[in-house]
């Protein structure tokens, strides 16, 4: 089992930038890789970047250049950095972890809210 809690969810003005956090618990070993995902209204939730064990990143087209993934294995946690934000980033934005025991099961946290204002 493994737990997820984000944090670092806000309001900020177009052009400004925040930190997400993700804190995992559990079986933390297990994960194999992390991913950031975001549900905006109305829409499907869509990946933005998912980092593996090898930190090899990948980033969705609409947020290459802004957002940076990264991951703290020593203190089990994920970070969105996200400058340059955009009305259109405004979405819930949910951490993802992939574990393999010994299928793929995937994990969620709760949620965290980033609203850009115009």
């Known amino acids: 089992q493994v737990q997820l809690v984000e944090s670092g969810g806000g309001l900020v003005q177009a052009g400004g930038s925040l930190r997400l956090s993700c804190a995992a618990s559990?079986?933390?070993?297990?994960?194999?890789?992390m991913a950031w995902y975001r549900e905006a209204p109305g829409k499907q939730r869509e990946l933005v970047a998912r980092?593996?064990?090898?930190?090899?990143?990948y980033y969705a087209d609409a947020v290459k250049g802004r957002f940076t993934i990264s991951r703290d294995n020593a203190k089990n946690s994920m970070y969105l950095q996200m400058n340059s934000l955009e009305p259109e980033d405004t979405a819930v934005y949910y951490c993802n972890a992939m574990i393999l025991n010994p299928t793929v099961r995937n994990y969620w946290g709760q949620g965290t809210q980033v609203t850009v204002s115009s």
């Open positions: 559990g079986s933390t070993v297990s994960i194999n890789a």
């Open positions: 980092i593996n064990s090898a930190s090899i990143t």
